[in-house]
Structures are given as structure tokens and as C-alpha cells.
Nanobody, 113 residues
Framework: QVQSVESGGGLVQAGGSLTLACAASGRTSIASAYAMRWFRQAPGKEREWVAQMLPSGSTYYPDAVKGRFTLSRDNANNRLFLQMNSLQPEDPAVYYC?????WGLGTQVTVSS
């Protein structure tokens, strides 16, 4: 069973940047076998998809974050990074990593105006 652990959340000013990390474990070569995704959930809202990287390395983003968020991956260590730039008041949420049908516990991102 693949498990993932998120890190890197915190408090940042509007317009600032933050990088989240997802460390996946439980088998070898996770990054080459599974799509790795980030979701977020703000209080009172449904969990929404934020970014996705396929085993091929192709990346996809919804319009809400396209051009501001960028994925990268460390294949050797099964880690996925989410670089978030130009953070806006609508970005605060708990950010979750989703790999092989498993969720991490999330990391909190807070944006101050």
C-alpha cells in the first residue's frame, strides 16, 4: 500500500511563494507507476484537484492555478513538489497528496493579505 506524507505548508503573504512536498512510500518506483496528484480543501468547500503529474512526466493544472503552480518530481526518492507562486486569498486550504488511491494527512497553507 502506497502512503504519502505532505510537508512544506505554512503562512505566506499574498503574492508570495511556497513549495509543498509529497513523499510517497510503500513500494519502489512509485513515480514511474502512478499518477501523483495534489488536491486542496478549504473550510466549507469540497476538495478540489490542483495539479497532476503522470508517470510520463506530463503535468496538468486547472485554470485556477495554471501559470502560478508548477509540479516537479524526484523519481529516485518518490517525491513530488508543488511550487506555488503568486499566492492569492483563494488559495488557503489544506493541501493533500493523492497517490495510488491513498491520501496523505495534508499540510495547511495560509495566505495573509
Amino acid at each position: 500500500q502506497v502512503q504519502s506524507v505532505e510537508s512544506g505548508g505554512g503562512l505566506v503573504q499574498a503574492g508570495g511563494s511556497l513549495t509543498l512536498a509529497c513523499a510517497a512510500s510503500g513500494r519502489t518506483s512509485i513515480a514511474s507507476a502512478y499518477a501523483m496528484r495534489w488536491f486542496r480543501q478549504a473550510p466549507g468547500k469540497e476538495r478540489e484537484w490542483v495539479a497532476q503529474m503522470l508517470p510520463s512526466g506530463s503535468t496538468y493544472y486547472p485554470d485556477a492555478v495554471k501559470g502560478r503552480f508548477t509540479l516537479s518530481r524526484d523519481n529516485a526518492n518518490n517525491r513530488l513538489f508543488l511550487q506555488m507562486n503568486s499566492l492569492q486569498p483563494e488559495d488557503p486550504a489544506v493541501y493533500y497528496c493523492y497517490v495510488a488511491a491513498g491520501w496523505g494527512l495534508g499540510t495547511q497553507v495560509t495566505v495573509s493579505s
